[in-house]
């Protein structure tokens, strides 16, 4: 995969199916962070190629491309996003979220306006795989305005 210079990726929530995000990323060659309440999981993450670590997106130097969040549900993802330490402050201008966890199409349509507001695209997108396809397959449902699509297929 052909990574543009400069690129980087932040997956927060690392334990089953965030790990295997993340890890994914590290083995695309894609300068990626992570970020968990979890030393061990961390420590984890930081082993197998992480470009750093950390409880909260704060601690971070610089901004990110991507993020994606693979947490439990919308009011985490809100509060990992938008709350006092919000994650979506390190997502550059332009750059996109995928937002992974159990939420109504209302909580996800208001999640994606209030990113939409400071510049941030919000991909909706569940995912499927479980502990055990960390390391082979993830399934991911994934939804974004039509007006998104349209302007991206105009580009091409």
């Given at each position: ?78 509060a990992v996003l938008l709350g006092e ?6 997502i550059k201008a332009g750059g996109a ?60």
């Amino acid at each position: 995969m052909d990574v543009p210079s400069g690129y980087r990726a932040c997956v927060v929530g690392l334990g089953s199916m965030g790990m295997g995000a993340a890890l994914s990323c590290v083995k695309a060659g894609i300068p990626t962070c992570g970020i968990d309440l979890s030393e061990a999981r961390r420590a984890e993450f930081l082993a197998a190629g992480a470009e750093a670590v950390a409880a909260s997106a704060a601690e971070f130097e610089g901004s990110f491309d991507a993020m994606i969040v693979l947490v439990v549900n919308a009011a985490q993802a809100r509060a990992v996003l938008l709350g006092e330490k919000g994650a979506a402050a390190k997502i550059k201008a332009g750059g996109a979220v995928m937002v992974s966890c159990t939420q109504s199409a209302e909580d996800a349509k208001a999640l994606a306006a209030d990113l939409e507001a400071i510049g941030v695209a919000m991909l909706d997108a569940p995912v499927s795989g479980g502990a055990a396809k960390r390391s082979r397959a993830m399934t991911w449902r994934c939804s974004r305005p039509a007006r998104r699509a349209a302007a991206r297929n105009a580009r091409r």
